[in-house]
């Protein structure tokens, strides 16, 4: 039980953390791309104010062409430098018609858009005119590409255009998502093993108090058993005597009996529950063959006598089916489950018990055509002292720890209880128990 809350616990902890983590992530990831692109934006502009400063403009007859490049860095006649960032440098005439370029051939017309802009390359329509020879072919390239109108006293005198490759901030990029990819997992491991170290010690206090009441329990029921088998031996031997027996004195002696008894019944119960509350020593642990715990359980003495006005068949494997567990308790968890199939079946209905072996576990199915149990009653049937119907248990004699009992210790086994039933046809139980 404390375990299941823990492991919970460790979950929504590891859950609420890592999101905060990766939202975390994410937005630095998002600044940093934000911050690259800036950066190249700012070098490419500067360089571009470069290119445009160089950029002679004389104002002559309407014939000659007054824009002069000669000297400007890559489109003029200076060679290129070997090491330039450059993609391409194109030159426009204010119409649009390209003028001059550098780099791979680029269209006729400019083509308009914003400022700055991402582009991969080659184009749809540029990769058929790829100047480098068509043989080869070019992985796509990212390219962050200026367009930066040229003005000469308030007048525009053509269109510098400019691209350089990504690629650096790809890698820079790349590798911070590798970081992120390495990081990431192990700080979640870290969360993971924090949370459950913090968990263990919320639980801690829990898990004392808890123990504390178990102990109580233990302790007040154990210290009962010895004046309540004084009371129940005295009751007896006083309904025995010879002398006065007269019919008001037995009746009240029958009736301390009874009451004895019942009590005697609680105890003991409340007694297991409070014993095996969590799991059990494997010391004590046995290799036990289900298929003769139920052959033994069907011959028990309460077993026939609750089955007497009902049909009882179990379906049970040739073979041993072996499981670690303790055999008393496990007897006791069963009889449970199939003397409340027998109580709370009709005469003339049946119950059915079989065994079946599973991947990783074994599987009891007791099944009966009783009175069912309602939709709203199921998930509380397991509650200790929860009774579905007051005045019929009362009948027929149930405290409500039954079911309690009985998932307490198949929990404990590792396995566990599930329930399905429809209302006024029948009941059917599956008892899980790992090998
Ligand atoms: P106890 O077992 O302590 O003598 P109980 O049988 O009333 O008393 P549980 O065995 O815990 O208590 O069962 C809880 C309730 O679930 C029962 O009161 C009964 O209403 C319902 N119930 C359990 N098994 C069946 C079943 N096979 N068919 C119909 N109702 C059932
Ligand atoms: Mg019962």
């Not at 590798?175 to 093993?193: R, S």
């Not at 049970?316 to 109580?343: F, M, Y």
Request: charge should be negative.
């Amino acid at each position: 039980m404390f375990t299941h809350s823990r492991r919970n616990l460790t979950w929504w902890f590891t859950l609420s953390m890592g999101s905060i983590l990766l939202m975390f992530s994410g937005v630095v990831y998002y600044q940093r791309v934000a911050y690259q692109l800036e950066a190249v934006d700012r070098l490419l502009y500067k360089k571009a104010r470069v290119i445009a400063a160089s950029i002679e403009y004389e104002e002559t007859a309407a014939d000659f062409e007054p824009i002069n490049l000669d000297k400007a860095p890559l489109l003029g006649n200076t060679p290129p430098p070997a090491d330039t960032e450059v993609f391409y440098a194109r030159w426009y005439q204010p119409t649009g018609q390209l003028s001059h370029f550098f780099g791979p051939s680029p269209p006729e017309q400019l083509e308009q858009g914003p400022a700055f802009q991402t582009l991969q390359w080659p184009t749809d329509n540029a990769s058929n005119s790829l100047s480098f020879g068509s043989a080869v072919t070019y992985a796509p390239l990212q390219l962050r590409q200026i367009t930066l109108p040229v003005h000469h006293q308030e007048q525009v005198i053509g269109y510098l255009q400019m691209a350089t490759p990504m690629t650096p901030v790809q890698e820079s990029l790349r590798q911070t998502l590798m970081g992120f990819a390495i990081t990431v997992p192990i700080t979640l491991g870290v969360i993971g093993l924090t949370g459950w170290g913090l968990s263990g010690l919320a639980m801690w206090p829990i898990r004392k108090s808890y123990q504390q009441l178990q102990q109580f329990t233990a302790d007040a029921s154990h210290e009962l058993r010895t004046p309540l088998a004084t009371i129940l031996s005295n009751a007896q031997v006083g309904l025995l005597a010879p002398g006065d027996r007269t019919a008001e004195k037995h009746q009240r002696l029958e009736k301390i009996v009874t009451a004895t008894q019942s009590m005697n019944k609680l105890v003991s119960q409340l007694l297991l529950l409070a014993r095996h509350s969590d799991s059990l020593n494997t010391q004590t642990l046995q290799t036990v063959d289900l298929n003769s715990l139920i052959k033994n359980l069907l011959e028990s003495e309460p077993i026939c006598t609750a089955a007497q006005a009902i049909t009882l068949s179990a379906t049970l494997p040739d073979a041993p089916v072996w499981v670690e567990a303790e055999p008393d308790l496990l007897h006791q968890a069963i009889a449970n489950v199939l003397s409340n199939a027998c109580k709370y079946t009709l005469e003339g209905g049946w119950v059915k018990i079989s065994l079946s072996k599973g991947a990783r576990s074994a599987w009891i199915q007791v099944a009966d055509s009783g009175i069912g149990i309602p939709a709203a009653d199921l998930p509380h049937i397991f509650e200790r002292f929860y009774r579905v119907d007051k005045q019929r248990s009362k009948a027929t004699g149930g405290l409500g720890l039954g079911l309690a009992i009985a998932q307490q210790i198949v929990q404990a086994h590792g396995g566990d209880i599930y329930v399905s039933s429809e209302l006024g046809q029948g009941t059917c139980f599956q008892v899980e128990l790992p090998y």
